[in-house]
């Protein structure tokens, strides 16, 4: 009998540290998982940041790239505005027919870009697309506020003013 006390002793000592390890084992394995998690969760956070920073700064790229364009096509409009006085005042018919071409060219790069011209003549002053420079009083029958003459072209890309037009507005 000494034999299975000693023996049923043993096994109780036995089990008592394997059930404090299995418990020390099940608390460290539990804070590990807490661990991967809270680092899983950073790692989402972290993609997720990334992932909108290099949207961001695809779409500064792009919009920069447009206002770039924008830019060298806004710094053609001197030389249409001198076509087309060249061709206002040219009495020279060839000379008008070939100057007549290289307007039409001028308008189809415009175009190309996506460039409208602002036409505000007969319709009331909208400051969103003209600067007025002058007002002149209305004749008998004309409403006050009615863009009456362009003086320098306007032109726009989209909603986009690339050039605000010069009107003459009545007062």
Do not use: H
Not at 69 to 85: E, K, T, W
Not at 109 to 120: F, N, Q, S
Not at 142 to 159: A, L, R
């Amino acid at each position: 009998m000494e034999n299975e006390e000693l023996k049923e002793n043993v096994q109780e000592k036995a089990e008592k540290p394997a059930k404090k390890n299995a418990k020390k084992w099940q608390e460290e394995v539990d804070k590990a998982l807490a661990e991967a998690e809270e680092s899983k969760r950073k790692w989402y956070a972290v993609t997720a940041e990334y992932e909108n920073y290099r949207r961001r700064t695809q779409n500064q790229a792009a919009q920069r790239y447009a206002d770039g364009r924008n830019d060298v096509v806004a710094s053609l409009f001197p030389i249409g505005d001198n076509l087309q006085r060249a061709l206002d005042t040219c009495t020279d018919e060839n000379t008008k027919q070939g100057l007549d071409m290289v307007m039409k060219a001028f308008k189809k790069v415009l175009e190309g870009e996506g460039v409208e011209e602002i036409d505000p003549v007969g319709q009331p002053f909208d400051a969103t697309y003209s600067e007025a420079i002058m007002a002149m009083p209305a004749e008998n029958g004309e409403e006050s506020g009615i863009v009456k003459q362009v003086y320098v072209k306007g032109y726009k890309k989209g909603e986009k003013v690339l050039r605000y037009a010069q009107v003459i507005v009545t007062q």
